[in-house]
């Protein structure tokens, strides 16, 4: 009788523990998730500044409440697409391995994006190509988050969208495929400095810590999560020049409604917002260095927020100011937020004043400064960007994301070459940031710049050719980049004592005026050198006229005589008038000295005399020349 008693007691509490076990918050699912957060973009994105913080805070609220053991959290910063679909790889096999078993694989990215593409490294990823790698997974239910500009695209082909999640009850267990995404189709996805993060995934992730727990029943399901992200989204754009509003897809089918968070563990502490008047709070970790939670009192129910043990500060908000306060919690404890001793701030102090860097962790202080970089970035300031990215890399050469932070900077200054037609000073910044991030080269965007920095190196090979040609040009025929010269004779077919100055043409021609200071007169004439080396043979020609000839006797008539050969002239015959032919042969120094060494026959007409006619003859005269090319 006893034994059938206890019988009977063990089945009704069975049957008990069965009924309580199918209305539990608790996870009967494996769950499993990847967590992608990246900054950089493609190339010609203007880097984000919070899309990595945005993947730990999903991160973190998933294992602290989601029922994702930590080692089933993949968190990926700044993947590559190959990257990316191996880790999906791993997840279809971790959930095909799981037989027998319910498996939730979640899939989290928060990026730049357009509205085909996801902007990672290498391929380009199609919003087209998650939603089918999400769908063919082998797990029981797949979800899928995208926080990125126009990400709605990723909503799009074939599913109908409504207001609400919608699930039948014709199927007993609950399968299928949730995908949402923090903008429309055609909209940006907005980060904010107050909130250090995408708007949208900051009231995401304070919904799962319990703001969007509607029934208050200590669990938030993915309705309750999107409700409120979507509708605090909108409220929060709503003045903004772009409206986000976020979209979703569901292919589910079954009974019941999808589970994300718990908020009543034995782990965490209850952050209680008592209802009431609104009243905006906002949660920070002590060092004020990362928003945790945010959320408004209500006037139907009282508001939980599940958070890890440890110390935080709290800030009320007011229109005209804030309201300060610390809090210390331990594992279990409770605490009303409305009941905490407060200190007035001015609003002015922002709601995350990143507190005193003095006071982080050495990894904390790094990643803040890494922010700081990406920050200047974001803002144009490559300058600043540059120096505190190189200032990371000499401290850890493996820091690959100051390394993509340096190589986007320098393609921004690479933009301003560009712009100002600087070819030269653009070509080396291309190749200093593809030095920087060799992952440049797969970048979409960056195909266009590539493209470019290979038509620069061609050119700058073309333009060395030709300066190396010219340099040997130079070296065996000085003449090549001589323009001018200056020069004297002594004695030659130009006059005596004479002052000449040369244009070079083509290097090979010699016009040249020369001032003859013994006729005085002007003599003008060209050389023709036509060998291209330091050593040429030469032709002259030339006409020389004195002053007195011209009608002026600047010298009152004085006359001297030259001649060789035995046979005398006057000097007013010789260099009176005459034109001249000479030869030999002229020598350049890569300096620019020059000299003319030659015979020269000069043709003119005799004065006639009582005794003696006027003549035309001629005479042979050696020719002299020293001179400076440049």
């Known amino acids: 009788m006893h034994q059938t008693l206890m019988g009977r007691v063990v089945r009704i509490a069975c049957v008990i523990a069965a009924l309580v076990a199918a209305h539990s918050p608790a996870f009967a699912e494996q769950r499993y998730a990847l967590v992608i957060g990246s900054n950089p973009g493609w190339s010609q994105d203007r880097p984000l500044r919070y899309a990595d913080n945005d993947a730990e805070r999903v991160r973190d609220v998933l294992v602290a409440l989601g029922g994702f053991p930590a080692d089933r959290v993949n968190l990926m910063r700044d993947p590559s697409t190959a990257d990316v679909r191996g880790a999906l790889r791993r997840l279809a096999d971790v959930a095909r391995d799981s037989t027998g078993e319910d498996t939730l694989v979640f899939v989290y990215y928060s990026g730049h994006a357009d509205n085909k593409h996801l902007h990672l490294r290498g391929d380009p990823m199609s919003h087209k190509e998650l939603q089918d790698t999400l769908r063919s997974l082998p797990a029981t239910i797949k979800l899928g988050v995208v926080d990125a500009c126009k990400s709605g695209s990723v909503t799009r082909k074939g599913a109908s969208q409504t207001d609400e999640f919608v699930v039948d009850v014709v199927h007993p267990k609950l399968s299928g495929m949730v995908l949402l995404s923090s903008s429309g189709a055609d909209e940006l996805s907005q980060e904010s400095r107050a909130l250090q993060g995408s708007v949208f995934t900051h009231h995401l992730v304070s919904g799962l810590r319990g703001a969007a727990d509607e029934d208050n029943d200590q669990q938030v399901s993915i309705t309750e999560a999107y409700h409120y992200a979507y509708s605090r989204t909108r409220a929060a754009t709503s003045t903004s020049s772009v409206q986000q509003r976020p979209a979703f897809r569901y292919e589910l089918s079954g009974q019941g409604e999808l589970m994300l968070t718990k908020l009543k563990t034995n782990k965490n502490v209850a952050m209680i917002v008592p209802k009431g008047p609104a009243q905006k709070y906002v949660v920070l970790d002590a060092h004020e260095w990362r928003l945790i939670a945010e959320t408004t009192s209500e006037k139907a129910r009282d508001?939980?927020?599940?958070?890890?043990?440890?110390?935080?500060?709290?800030?009320?908000?007011?229109?005209?100011?804030?309201?300060?306060?610390?809090?210390?919690?331990?594992?279990?404890?409770?605490?009303?937020?409305?009941?905490?001793?407060?200190?007035?701030?001015?609003?002015?102090?922002?709601?995350?004043?990143?507190?005193?860097?003095?006071?982080?962790?050495?990894?904390?202080?790094?990643?803040?400064?890494?922010?700081?970089?990406?920050?200047?970035?974001?803002?144009?300031?490559?300058?600043?960007?540059?120096?505190?990215?190189?200032?990371?890399?000499?401290?850890?050469?493996?820091?690959?994301?100051a390394w993509r932070g340096r190589g986007r900077a320098l393609v921004r200054i690479a933009e301003a070459y560009e712009r100002v037609n600087d070819h030269k000073s653009e070509r080396l910044a291309l190749a200093d940031a593809l030095k920087a991030d060799p992952s440049l080269s797969e970048d979409p965007l960056f195909a266009i710049w590539y493209q470019r920095l290979g038509e620069l190196d061609a050119r700058e090979r073309?333009?060395?050719?030709?300066?190396?040609?010219?340099?040997?040009?130079?070296?065996?025929?000085?003449?090549?980049?001589?323009?001018?010269?200056?020069?004297?004779?002594?004695?030659?077919?130009?006059?005596?004592?004479?002052?000449?100055?040369?244009?070079?043409?083509?290097?090979?021609?010699?016009?040249?005026?020369?001032?003859?200071?013994?006729?005085?007169?002007?003599?003008?004439?060209?050389?023709?050198?036509?060998?291209?080396?330091?050593?040429?043979?030469?032709?002259?020609?030339?006409?020389?006229?004195?002053?007195?000839?011209?009608?002026l006797d600047i010298y009152g008539g004085g006359m001297g005589t030259a001649g060789t050969n035995d046979t005398s002239y006057s000097t007013e015959d010789i260099w009176g008038l005459h034109g001249r032919i000479e030869g030999g042969v002229q020598f350049v120094s890569n300096a620019g000295f020059t000299t003319e060494l030659g015979l020269g026959m000069m043709v003119f007409k005799t004065t006639a005399t009582a005794t003696q006619p006027s003549k035309t003859t001629q005479q042979l005269w050696p020719v002299f020349h020293l001179g400076w090319l440049w």
């Open 462 to 551: 073309v333009t060395v050719e030709r300066k190396d040609q010219f340099q040997r040009d130079v070296t065996k025929n000085p003449r090549t980049y001589k323009k001018y010269g200056v020069g004297f004779d002594l004695i030659s077919t130009r006059g005596l004592l004479t002052i000449n100055a040369t244009k070079v043409i083509h290097r090979m021609f010699f016009p040249t005026i020369a001032l003859d200071f013994a006729g005085p007169g002007l003599d003008f004439g060209i050389t023709i050198a036509p060998l291209p080396s330091r050593w040429s043979p030469y032709l002259g020609f030339g006409a020389h006229v004195s002053a007195k000839k011209l009608g």
């Open 303 to 401: 508001i939980t927020l599940a958070l890890a043990p440890g110390t935080y500060r709290v800030k009320r908000v007011h229109e005209d100011r804030l309201e300060v306060a610390s809090l210390v919690v331990a594992a279990g404890g409770r605490s009303d937020l409305s009941k905490l001793t407060y200190t007035d701030a001015p609003l002015s102090a922002g709601i995350i004043t990143k507190g005193d860097p003095g006071d982080l962790t050495p990894s904390e202080h790094r990643d803040y400064r890494r922010q700081q970089a990406f920050g200047f970035l974001a803002n144009g300031q490559t300058a600043p960007a540059v120096a505190l990215f190189d200032q990371l890399i000499r401290e850890d050469r493996g820091d690959m994301l």
